[in-house]
């Protein structure tokens, strides 16, 4: 073991370099260090719970560029029915608010539903009935079918078109009918709103799915009774909804409601002799 002491490199003043101690007695003083104290606050010494980005963090993605605006870039006139923001308004709902409209659609004898929904009509809830309806119909439609024909021991092929079929039923009767009723509603200088239309109509549909899954039951004056059931209430959901409405436009108004409670009474049969009826 070595008993001499450092190197001294006494007479060099090297920058960015401490002096190395010449005898194991020698102490070196250092100066005050001039390094800010970390972190930066009116408390030195105390770390702060709260972290706060540099103030340009927030500034680079946030404000717009010079000579840009957001309104600027949103489209307008015509060109606006095809963004996103347009049909926002109409899909502002929760799931309370649905699943109150959806309890008001299976008491049709209220009337209250079109003015519960005038402030707020949606298309979330119509869309997804409607959705949720074509596969329900389509599915249950198929397994009895099946039934049917393992209880005769005949051979079954899977019919994909009931699933065509379904979709072009439902979404054309929800999207066509409130159309043309919007039309002749205009015309009869009685107008309604055509997404409270789509709103009506898209509630009055899901009462067809509980009717649907009861006509599992291999009883065919059992199913024609829940077709009629369910045809009946959802016909009264629409027609007593707008009859306060269509009544001013004139005295044709009753020819009007008549119109659309026998549509829905023939949804609902066609519901029931195109999904429901059974030849094996």
Known sequence: MMSSGYTSIDKQNLSGSVPAASGPDHVVNFADSNLQTFPPSETQ?????????????????????????????????????????????????????????????????????????????????????????????????????????????????????????????????????????????????????????WCLYGYSLFVFIPASCLSVVPIEIFRWVIAGVAGFMSACFVALNLRTHIKSAGERWFLIVAGIFLLQLGLAVILKLYFFTITV
């Open 45 to 197: 010494g105390k770390i702060s719970a709260v972290f706060r980005p540099p103030t340009d963090a927030d500034d680079t993605f946030s404000k717009p560029a010079p000579g840009s605006s957001n309104q600027s870039q949103q489209p307008t006139g015509w060109m606006h029915a095809f963004t996103v923001g347009a049909y926002r308004p109409y899909f502002d709902v929760d799931t309370s608010d649905v699943l109150e409209r959806i309890r008001d659609s299976l008491f049709p004898f209220k009337g209250s539903f079109t003015e519960k929904t005038s402030d707020n009509p949606d298309l979330y809830g119509p869309f997804w009935i409607c959705t949720t309806l074509i596969f329900v119909a389509a599915a249950i439609g198929t397994f009895v079918t099946y039934l049917a024909h393992k209880l005769q021991n005949k051979d079954w092929d899977y019919d994909i078109n009931l699933v065509t079929w379904s979709a072009g039923l439902f979404y054309g009767y929800v999207t066509l009918v409130p159309l043309a009723l919007y039309v002749i509603l205009k015309y009869f200088s009685a107008p309604s709103g055509l997404v409270q239309l």
